[in-house]
C-alpha cells in the first residue's frame, strides 16, 4: 500500500480510503458480519483511513464500524466522520453549535473511541453559510481544543461552495466526492487554494455513485441523460477490450499525486480485495485514453443536490 501526506496535518494516508456508507441498510441485503470482515480486511491490505458519518444508515454504519474496530490498536487508523446531515431532507439538517456538539459525543459513543481524527461539516451545501462560518466550524474548533477531534473540514458536492467557505474560514481538511474521477475533473481547478494552505484533500467517489462500475443504475442517481450513455459507452469499450471500466476509473483516480487518497465503500471484503489489486496494477494508458476520449463531449458534466 502506498501512503502520502495529508497536507499540513503531517499524517500518512493510505491512497485508498474505507467508505463506511457500505456498512448500513441503505443497501439491499447488507450483511453485518460480512462488513465487519471488509473493514477487517481494509485494515489488513494497509488502507488506514475510515471515514463514516451518522447519516449513514441513520447511525447504524457508525455502530458497525464502531465492532469492527473493537481490539484493533487506536495507532493503526485514522478515523472521520460527519456532523450536521442526518436524513434524506434538507429538514434533517442541523448544523447549529449545539447540535453539532452534540453529535460528536454521540459519534464517539457509537464508534468507541475517545475521539476521531477528522471531524467534517457533511454536505455544506445544505448549510446557510453565515452558520457555517460564524457558528458550526468554530463549534468543531472548540471540541478540538477539548481533545474529542484532532482536524476539522467540510465535505461536499459543488466545488463552489469550497471556494466560499475557504474565503471566510479556516480548515484543515476537505473532502470533494465525484469530482476526480473519469468523467469530471473539477476538484483539479481547487487545488492551487488547497495546496497553498496545505489543507487535506479527501476525493470520494471514484465511480461516480456506480455511474462508472458498467452495472445498472439505481433509480435514485441524477446524472442527466447524456452523461449516463456515455459513460455506458466507455463500459462497453472497456468490455470489448477485455478490461473494466471500474478498474481504469479507480486507478485513474488513485494516479493523482497530488490527492492523498481516494475513499471506496463497501461491505464485501473480496471487494476490498479487488480494490487494492486494481491500484496495484499498471495502468493501461492507451485504455484510458480512448475513455477519455469517450467522455469528453460530457466532461465535467455534474449534477448539483442545490443551488450553491
Known amino acids: 500500500m502506498e501512503y502520502r501526506t495529508l497536507g499540513a496535518t503531517g499524517l500518512k494516508v493510505s491512497v485508498l480510503g474505507y ?26 491490505l494497509g488502507i488506514n483511513l475510515l471515514d463514516t458519518s451518522p447519516f449513514y444508515g441513520f447511525t447504524s454504519a457508525e455502530t458497525v464500524l464502531g465492532k469492527s474496530l473493537r481490539g484493533v490498536s487506536r495507532d493503526e487508523y485514522l478515523l472521520s466522520t460527519k456532523v450536521g446531515r442526518y ?19 454521540e459519534s464517539l459513543a457509537r464508534l468507541g473511541v475517545d475521539f476521531v481524527d477528522f471531524i467534517q461539516v457533511h454536505d455544506a451545501e445544505f448549510a446557510d453559510i453565515d452558520q457555517l462560518v460564524t457558528e458550526t466550524i468554530p463549534a468543531l474548533y472548540r471540541a478540538r481544543d477539548a481533545g474529542k477531534v484532532r482536524f476539522v473540514g467540510v465535505t461536499g458536492l459543488p466545488i463552489q461552495r ?38 487535506a484533500i479527501f476525493n470520494a467517489a471514484p465511480f461516480a455513485m456506480r455511474l462508472l462500475n458498467a452495472g445498472t443504475l439505481p433509480d435514485w442517481h441524477p446524472a442527466p441523460q447524456q452523461l449516463r450513455i456515455k459513460c455506458a459507452e466507455a463500459a462497453q469499450y472497456c468490455a470489448e477490450k477485455g478490461s473494466d471500466l471500474a478498474k481504469i476509473a479507480l486507478q485513474y483516480s488513485v494516479s493523482h499525486t497530488e490527492i492523498p487518497t481516494t475513499i471506496v ?19 493501461d494508458t492507451e485504455l484510458l485514453s480512448g475513455v477519455l476520449e469517450i467522455l469528453e463531449p460530457v466532461h465535467n458534466l455534474t449534477w448539483q443536490t442545490v443551488d450553491a
Open 19 to 44: 467508505g463506511g456508507s457500505a456498512l448500513s441498510s441503505f443497501y439491499d441485503g447488507f450483511d453485518e458480519d460480512r462488513g465487519i470482515r471488509a473493514v477487517r480486511q481494509a485494515l489488513d
Open 265 to 283: 465503500g463497501t461491505a464485501n471484503p473480496d471487494r476490498v480485495i479487488s480494490y487494492v489489486r486494481h491500484i496495484n496494477d499498471t495502468l
Open 87 to 105: 436524513g434524506f431532507e434538507q429538514s434533517d439538517c442541523d448544523y447549529s453549535a449545539k447540535r453539532v456538539s452534540a453529535s460528536i459525543d
Open 162 to 199: 469550497f471556494r466560499e467557505i475557504l474565503d471566510r474560514a479556516n480548515v484543515d481538511q476537505i473532502q470533494s466526492y465525484c469530482h476526480c474521477c473519469l468523467n469530471d475533473t473539477a476538484l483539479l481547478d481547487l487545488l492551487p487554494p488547497l495546496q497553498e494552505r496545505r489543507i
